[in-house]
């Protein structure tokens, strides 16, 4: 664990990294100050991806608003 904190390059990055930390953490691996570090780069993994899930989530809203709002089950048949 560095002392600096580096954006993950996405995601997928971040989650592989929190999964690490964690697996870290549960097997005990850590001293107490590495655990601590580790902590602290959980919770800004986890802040980066809620971030990302939101930011998917409000392009998922947008599409709805503009694109899939016209469609309706009586244009089917």
Same mark, same amino acid.
Request: aromatic share 6%; glycine share 10%; net charge negative.
């Given at each position: 664990?560095?002392?600096?904190? $580096?954006?993950? =390059?996405?995601? %997928? !990055?971040?989650?592989?990294? /929190? *999964? $690490?930390?964690? =697996?870290?953490? %549960? !097997?005990?691996?850590?001293? /107490? *100050? $590495?655990?601590? =570090?580790?902590?602290?780069?959980?919770?800004?993994? /986890?802040?980066?991806?809620?971030?990302?899930?939101?930011?998917?989530?409000?392009?998922?809203?947008?599409?709805?608003?503009?694109?899939?709002?016209?469609?309706?089950?009586?244009?089917?048949?």
């Amino acid at each position: 664990m560095t002392g600096k904190s $580096q954006k993950p =390059a996405g995601y %997928e !990055a971040a989650m592989a990294e /929190l *999964e $690490q930390i964690v =697996a870290d953490m %549960e !097997a005990g691996k850590l001293t /107490l *100050e $590495q655990s601590l =570090a580790a902590y602290k780069r959980g919770a800004e993994l /986890l802040a980066f991806c809620r971030g990302r899930l939101e930011d998917a989530q409000q392009q998922v809203r947008v599409l709805e608003d503009g694109l899939l709002k016209e469609f309706s089950a009586g244009d089917a048949s």
